[in-house]
């Protein structure tokens, strides 16, 4: 039968659901170059992949950080493009550890446990 898949021995019945429209504004900042994964550039010698992810989890599921030591730098993945944005705005200038942070889109690298890039 048509749109129907058996997995693990069940019959299942496979539909399509009905796209949500993205919000414009989302899409021109998309558009723009914004992504899930932000560079963080004004870091102190003493913060940590587990720092920036106290310092970002407010603003939603980190998928993954990082620091390069000894370069001030670092990247976060957050959950959705939306939840980056968001991050972005407000803590792009925002002290952590008594060091101001320029804070800008980074380029996504695909993570093997998340391949899709999700926009909400």
């Not at 949500?20 to 963080?40: E, K």
């Not at 998928?63 to 030591?69: D, F, G, M, T």
Request: proline content about 5%.
């Amino acid at each position: 039968q048509m749109g129907q898949v058996v997995i693990k021995q069940k019959a299942c019945v496979v539909k399509f659901g009905k796209a949500r429209p993205v919000n414009p504004q989302l899409m021109q900042q998309i558009n723009d170059g914004a992504t899930r994964a932000l560079y963080v550039k004004g870091l102190g010698e003493e913060v940590t992949a587990e720092t920036l992810n106290s310092f970002f989890d407010s603003y939603g599921p980190i998928v993954s950080s990082s620091v390069l030591p000894g370069k001030g730098i670092g990247f976060v993945n957050l959950s959705s493009i939306r939840l980056a944005i968001n991050a972005k705005e407000k803590l792009n200038g925002a002290e952590l550890a008594g060091n101001a942070l320029t804070i800008n889109f980074a380029k996504e690298v695909p993570n093997k446990k998340s391949p899709d890039r999700e926009v909400g």
